[in-house]
C-alpha cells in the first residue's frame, strides 16, 4: 500500500504545521524530476502482479477458521533471501542470488504481499511463467505454515470483525485511550504493527476525519434476514456515534482494517516514455470498472451477505479522512474545498494528448490547488499532468516520518519523497508512477481496480490479458476514451450484485477511431458484449482483438498459446455468465450450505467448510465446473510442483 519509510511516524498534530512544507517542496521535487526525465526515451517493457495471500488458522475439531496474526513472523522468514542478497551486492556489487518473489507487509497481520522477484519483460514467453511464478510465491508461503494453517487469495475474509475471528484471539477496545481505531469490532493486533505506519495512518485519518470512519454496505435481505435490519451496539461500548453512523438495512463497519484488510490484484507497467505511460493511463481507466465487475470476488463482510459485490467503495470509505467540510455537510470555515470522493476512489482527469481530441473526455470539473497548479505550469509542466498533480496534491499528508522533515526547514531537491508521500495515499483506480530517483526505473503505470481470485489460475488469466490489452492498445493505437463521468457510474454499477450478468457499461464501441471529428460513439453494453463482442456488428469484443493482436506476433510458442487461450476461455465464460464470478460462487456456496439460516449471517462452521474447500480449489485437489474449468496442461516446461 505504498511506501514505508524508516523512522517514527508522526502523529496527527505534529504533522500539523508541516503540512505546507510537504507539499510545497513536493511539488518542487516532481517539478525537478519532470523536467530532468521527461524527454527520456527507450525504456523496455517490464510489468509485474501484486497478490496478497490472507493466512488462515483452521481449527478442524471445532469447525472454526480464523485469520492467523503471523504475518510479522512469516515475513521475517520470506524476507532472507532477500536480505542476503542486499548484504552482497552491498560487498560485491552484485549477487549470486536470483529472487523468485519478493514479499511486504499489508495492512492487517494476517495478510502478507508477493511479487515476482523481478519484473517481467517484453518476450511473449513470460506470459507462460506469471501462473507458475504465483504458485511457486504460494509454495514458499504454504512451506512455512503450521499444519492446520492455509493461506488463500481472498478479496474479502467474510468474517473480519466478528467475535474471535483471529487467532490468537484478540479483542477490540474502543474504549482505551490509546486505540488507533476506536472501533467496535477491529482489534489493534489485527493490524500489522511490525512497521509503525499502519497504525499512525489509521489514527491520523480518524484524527484529521474528526470521527471515526463509517462504512455502510447494504445488507443482502434474505428470507429470515430482520427487516429492517438494526444492530444493537450497545454492549460493544459504543459511544452513540456508531448508532449514529449505522444506516438501517446495512452492514456498518468503523475501522479502517475493514478496507485495507481486503486483498487485491494490483499490475505495474514501465512504459517507453513519458508519453507512453501517460496513454497507458487514459486507455486503461476505462477498463477499470469493466475487470472490476468481471473479477468481483467481495459478497461478505462483517459476517453478513451483502448486496454488492465488490470491495471498492469499502476501502473508499475505509480510509475517508475527508472533514465534514470536505464532504459537504457543514459550510467552509476551515477547509479549503469541498471534494466529492475519498483519496481512494476512480481517477478524476485523463493525462495524455489524446483526450484533447475531443473536449468531453474530462467532463468533470478537477479540485485543485491553484497555487501548486500555477508553480507546476511555470515550472514547464503542461496543463494536464499540473491539473493532475496538483489535484492529487488537494490532500494532506497523513503518513510523516520524523526522519523525513528536516527540522531547518530545507529538503533534498533530488529526492521524491514528499511528491511520494502525497501521492502514495492517493489510491486511485490507475496510478502514474514517476520514476523513482536513482533506481534506473522508468515511468510507469499502475491497474488497481481488479480483485483478487481464489486460483493462481484465475488471476495469471486475469493479469495476462490486462497485460496483452496494453500491447495491443499501443500496438493499433485504440482509443478506449469516454467522459470520466461515465466511467465514474460505471465503477457504481460495477460493483452492484451480480453486475457481469445484469448490468451495462458504458463503453466505446468505435476504438480503432484515432483522428476524431465527430463524437465517440458510445453505448451501455454488457461485459459480455465488451469481452466477446456484440454478434452481427462490427464490435468484436475484447478477447477477439486480443487473439487478433497474438496472431500478428511471431513469437509466440505453442505452449504459451495453450496456457493464454485456456485463460481467455475462463474470461470469456465469466463475461457470458456461463462461469460464476467468485462473488457469485463464494455467496451461492454460504446459502446452500446446512448451517446457513436464510438470515444474511455467514455461521462459522460454514466459513470453515469454505476454506477448507477454497484450499482445495486453488490446489487442484477440488473442481468445481460452476468456477473454472481447466483444459489438462499438455505442458512439459512448467511443472508447477517447483
Ligand atoms: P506498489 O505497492 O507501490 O504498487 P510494489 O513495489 O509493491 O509497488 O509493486 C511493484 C510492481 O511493479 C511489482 O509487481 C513489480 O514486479 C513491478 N515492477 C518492478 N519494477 C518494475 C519496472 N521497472 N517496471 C514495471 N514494473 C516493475
Ligand atoms: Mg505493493
Ligand atoms: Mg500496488
Known amino acids: 500500500m505504498g511506501l514505508l519509510s524508516a523512522g517514527e511516524p508522526m502523529s496527527w498534530e505534529e504533522m500539523k504545521p508541516w503540512q505546507l512544507h510537504v507539499r510545497k517542496y513536493g511539488v518542487k521535487q516532481f517539478i525537478k524530476l519532470y523536467n530532468r526525465l521527461k524527454d527520456e526515451k527507450g525504456r523496455a517493457l517490464k510489468w509485474g502482479d501484486e497478490v496478497e495471500y490472507i493466512i488462515v488458522k483452521l481449527d478442524h475439531e471445532s469447525r472454526k477458521a480464523r485469520v492467523s496474526l503471523k504475518a510479522e513472523e512469516l515475513l521475517a522468514k520470506l524476507t532472507v533471501k532477500e536480505e542476503l542478497m542486499k548484504e552482497e551486492v552491498e560487498k560485491t556489487g552484485s549477487s549470486q542470488i536470483e529472487l523468485l518473489s519478493l514479499w511486504r507487509p499489508e495492512y492487517a497481520s494476517y495478510m502478507v504481499e508477493g511479487t515476482p522477484g523481478v519484473p517481467y519483460e517484453g518476450s511473449m514467453s513470460f506470459f507462460n511463467t506469471v501462473e507458475h511464478n504465483m504458485r511457486v510465491r504460494r509454495n514458499e508461503l504454504e512451506a512455512l505454515l503450521e499444519k492446520d494453517e492455509i493461506c488463500v487469495s481472498l478479496s474479502t475474509y467474510p468474517r473480519l470483525g466478528c467475535p474471535d475471528f483471529t487467532f490468537p484471539p484478540t479483542h477490540p477496545d474502543p474504549q482505551n485511550p490509546d486505540n488507533f481505531t476506536k472501533s467496535l469490532f477491529w482489534p489493534s493486533k489485527a ?6 505506519r ?11 476525519r474528526g470521527e471515526k470512519v463509517a462504512i455502510n454496505v447494504p445488507i443482502f435481505k434474505d428470507v429470515n434476514t430482520p427487516d429492517p435490519f438494526i444492530e444493537d451496539f450497545s ?21 479502517m482494517g475493514f478496507g485495507m484488510g481486503l486483498c487485491c490484484l494490483q499490475l505495474t507497467f514501465q512504459a517507453d516514455n513519458i508519453c507512453e505511460a501517460r496513454s497507458l493511463y487514459d486507455q486503461l481507466a476505462p477498463l477499470c470498472p469493466i475487470m472490476l465487475a468481471l473479477t468481483a470476488a467481495s459478497p461478505c463482510h462483517r459476517g453478513y451477505l451483502v448486496d454488492t459485490d465488490c470491495r471498492w467503495d469499502i476501502i473508499a470509505a475505509s480510509v475517508d479522512d475527508r472533514t465534514r467540510e470536505e464532504r459537504g455537510l457543514d459550510p467552509l470555515v476551515h477547509n479549503k474545498f469541498v471534494i466529492p470522493k475519498s483519496r481512494y476512489d476512480s481517477i478524476d482527469s485523463y493525462l495524455s494528448g489524446c483526450c484533447k481530441n475531443w473536449n468531453g473526455y474530462n467532463d468533470k470539473e478537477l ?9 507546476l505550469c511555470d515550472g514547464g509542466v503542461d496543463v494536464l499532468m499540473a491539473q493532475h498533480v496538483a489535484h492529487l496534491f488537494i490532500r494532506d499528508s497523513v503518513s510523516m516520518f520524523q526522519n523525513k522533515i528536516k527540522s531547518d526547514g530545507s529538503y533534498d531537491e533530488d529526492d521524491l519523497d514528499h511528491f511520494e508521500n502525497i501521492q502514495s495515499t492517493n489510491w486511485q483506480t490507475m496510478r502514474f508512477k514517476p520514476p ?12 488497481r481496480p481488479c480483485e483478487l481470485q481464489i486460483s493462481d489460475f484465475e488471476n495469471a488469466a486475469v493479469v495476462c490479458f490486462v497485460v496483452l490489452l496494453t500491447r495491443a492498445i499501443l500496438s493499433y493505437k485504440w482509443n478506449l476514451l469516454m467522459p470520466i463521468s461515465l466511467m465514474d457510474e460505471n465503477m457504481k454499477r ?3 450484485r451480480d453486475a457481469v450478468l445484469n448490468q451495462k457499461f458504458y463503453w466505446r464501441k468505435d476504438i480503432f477511431t484515432v483522428s476524431e471529428d465527430s463524437d465517440p460513439q458510445i453505448e451501455e453494453l454488457s461485459v459480455d458484449e465488451i469481452l466477446n463482442g456484440i454478434p452481427g456488428s462490427d ?5 477477439a482483438l486480443v487473439r487478433e493482436y497474438m496472431r500478428g506476433l511471431d513469437d509466440v510458442e505453442a505452449d504459451t498459446s495453450c496456457t493464454l487461450s485456456n485463460y481467455w476461455q475462463l474470461l470469456s465464460q465469466r463475461a457470458s455468465g456461463k462461469l460464476k464470478t467468485n462473488a457469485r460462487w463464494i455467496r451461492d456456496y454460504i446459502s446452500k450450505h446446512p448451517s446457513y439460516r436464510g438470515d444474511s449471517m455467514v455461521p462459522e462452521n460454514t466459513l470453515y467448510d469454505l476454506m477448507v474447500d477454497i484450499d482445495k480449489i486453488q490446489k487442484g485437489e477440488l473442481k468445481d465446473a460452476a468456477l473454472f474449468v481447466r483444459a489438462e496442461r499438455k505442458s512439459k516446461t512448467k511443472d508447477i510442483k517447483s
Open 539 to 543: 464490435y468484436q469484443g475484447l478477447l
Open 235 to 255: 454492549g460493544l461500548g459504543d459511544d452513540g456515534s456508531s448508532a449514529n453512523a449505522a444506516k438501517p438495512d446495512h452492514v456498518y463497519m468503523d475501522a
Open 436 to 447: 523513482p530517483p536513482g533506481q534506473g526505473i522508468g515511468w510507469r503505470v499502475e491497474f
Open 191 to 196: 493490524t500489522f504493527l511490525g512497521h509503525p
Open 367 to 375: 479540485i485543485y490547488d491553484e497555487e501548486i497548479f500555477k508553480e
Open 494 to 496: 460495477a460493483q452492484k
Open 198 to 208: 499502519f497504525s499512525r495512518l489509521s489514527a491520523n485519518i480518524r484524527e484529521r
